[in-house]
């Protein structure tokens, strides 16, 4: 399997689980050390595609919870740049965002993004026990 990887990469689907699961902790270690090392603030915006190739667009804002900084999404028009990284996601996954992909905006760390399925009175369909890992075990019970 290493061998693999170092020839082709990373396998895709392996990509989605990492950035699903470990994504927003690399993140906020990323902006703590930044804040800690050299007293740099943060804001990043980050895209990525799930294991059914749907694409992920997030923002990730810690500023308030270093020094006495308020966070910059709660106080600056931020918005006005998504458009603009919306298409870039797009063309780097060679996809497009309209339908069934996924936009996530988060204000500083929040729990993991799961997608549940919903039936036809709307409500969301509980996985089976069995068939879930334990992360989303977590955020359902």
Known sequence: MA????????????????????????????????????GMRVFIVSAWKNEEGKIHVASHDYNNEYGSADSFMKTHNWDTILPEWDSYAESAFDDNLDGDA????KKGQ???????????????????CDSVDLDMKKVVI
């Open 3 to 38: 061998e693999l990887w170092n020839h082709q990469g990373v396998l895709d689907d392996v990509k989605a689980d990492i950035a699903r699961k470990k994504g927003d902790d690399m993140i906020h270690h990323f902006t703590t050390e930044m804040w800690n090392h050299v």
């Open 110 to 128: 929040q729990d993991k993004t799961y997608i549940l399925q919903l039936c036809d009175d709307r409500y969301p369909v509980l996985p089976a």
């Open 102 to 105: 996924v936009v996530t905006r």
